[in-house]
């Protein structure tokens, strides 16, 4: 069955070291995003893809990169951790059908911790 | 722009009660509406979505939604909790750029 991973599912880290975020799928999806989801934010997105070699900035960006070399994947680096990026991340893709919205598909999400 | 609102950040009913888990959006368009569910320790589920047609929105789990124009609402409803649906239930609206716009979420207690 088709599916989206991401790994690791928790990290430790530390003040200003660079973290990366694996995200996977599966569905052959075009679109990709990522979210972090806080207490009383609800999920804001921090940047997306609609295909190899595009990115797209979102609402929550700052301290945030993401690279798109292959459909498959969209990994998230945190170049230089801070604790305000302690959160929960999901990674979801979705088909592209001409910019209409359909259905996004979730990661389990990752549990990062900013020490 | 578009936004969604969920104007209750708990809501709790008994097992067995009926449930309506309210949602507002703001959109100029027909809308592209969502409800996922989130339990515990997991991603987003997806419950049900409208696009067009019957108002009425099957979904899984027993579920279902209203869309109502008039009021630019999509409540979500269950006739029957079970114990199983105490989550965190998100309400979503789509845009014409692939983008999904998430409310805040509505937490359901289940009391047994």
């Known amino acids: 069955d088709a599916e989206i991973t991401q790994s690791p599912r928790h990290k430790i880290t530390e003040t200003g070291r660079q973290v990366t975020l694996a995200c996977h799928q599966t569905w052959n999806h075009n679109n990709m995003f990522w979210y972090r989801q806080d207490l009383g934010h609800g999920l804001r997105l921090i940047h997306y893809s609609y295909g190899v070699q595009d990115t797209n900035k979102g609402e929550v960006s700052d301290g945030y990169s993401v690279s798109r070399s292959n459909t498959e994947d969209l990994p998230l680096t945190l170049e230089s951790a801070a604790s305000s990026q302690t959160s929960v991340y999901f990674c979801a893709s979705s088909e592209s059908a001409g910019g209409v919205t359909d259905t996004q598909y979730f990661g389990p999400g990752t549990r990062l911790t900013v020490l | 722009a578009q936004s969604v609102t969920q104007p209750d950040i708990h809501i709790t009913v008994s097992e067995g009660a009926s449930l309506e888990l309210r949602c507002n959006y703001s959109y100029g368009a027909t809308p592209y509406l969502f409800w996922y569910v989130q339990s515990p320790g997991q991603g987003l589920q997806l419950l049900l979505k409208?696009?067009?047609?019957?108002?009425l929105v099957q979904g899984i789990k027993g579920f279902e939604a209203e869309f109502k124009r008039s009021q630019s609402s999509f409540n979500l409803r269950k006739p029957s909790v079970h114990w199983s649906d105490a989550a965190e239930y998100f309400c979503?609206?789509?845009?014409?750029?692939?983008?999904?716009?998430f409310g805040k979420g509505t937490r359901l207690h289940i009391l047994p």
């Open positions: 979503a609206v789509g845009s014409l750029d692939d983008k999904i716009i």
């Open positions: 409208y696009f067009s047609g019957d108002t």
